[in-house]
Nanobody
Framework: EVQLVESGGGLVQAGGSLRLSCAASGFTFDDYAIGWYRQVPGKGRVGVSCIANNDGSTYYEDSVKGRFTISSDSAKNTVYLQMNVLKADDTAMYYC??????????????????WGQGTQVTVSS
């Protein structure tokens, strides 16, 4: 059974940092690109960042470039999203999902693929 379990969300002040984790199981981790998406109430899920575990390529939505860093640890089957210099606009529910691609960055996506349950990130201004 495929499982994606996110953790690391919380409440942080603007300018602060958080690191999200996505623990994956039930599939061959190194074969897939895994990504982070975010959703605010009333809108769809938007691609934030994606990492291709087969070659290490990374992709980012424009508004997070230079502030967020995605990484993965194949020994732990875990994908991370380091979020620095957080802004109020980063407030959202963050989801881990696969597959992902560069085409999904900054655009609303459907629910195809596999998704975690989400972790809330709230940035106070």
């Amino acid at each position: 059974e495929v499982q994606l379990v996110e953790s690391g969300g919380g409440l942080v002040q603007a300018g602060g940092s958080l690191r999200l984790s996505c623990a994956a199981s039930g599939f061959t981790f190194d074969d897939y690109a895994i990504g982070w998406y975010r959703q605010v109430p009333g809108k769809g899920r938007v691609g934030v960042s994606c990492i291709a575990n087969n070659d290490g390529s990374t992709y980012y939505e424009d508004s997070v470039k230079g502030r967020f860093t995605i990484s993965s640890d194949s020994a732990k089957n875990t994908v991370y999203l380091q979020m620095n210099v957080l802004k109020a606009d980063d407030t959202a529910m963050y989801y881990c999902a696969f597959p992902c691609s560069a085409l999904a960055m900054g655009v609303e996506v459907g629910m195809a693929g596999y998704w975690g349950q989400g972790t809330q990130v709230t940035v106070s201004s």
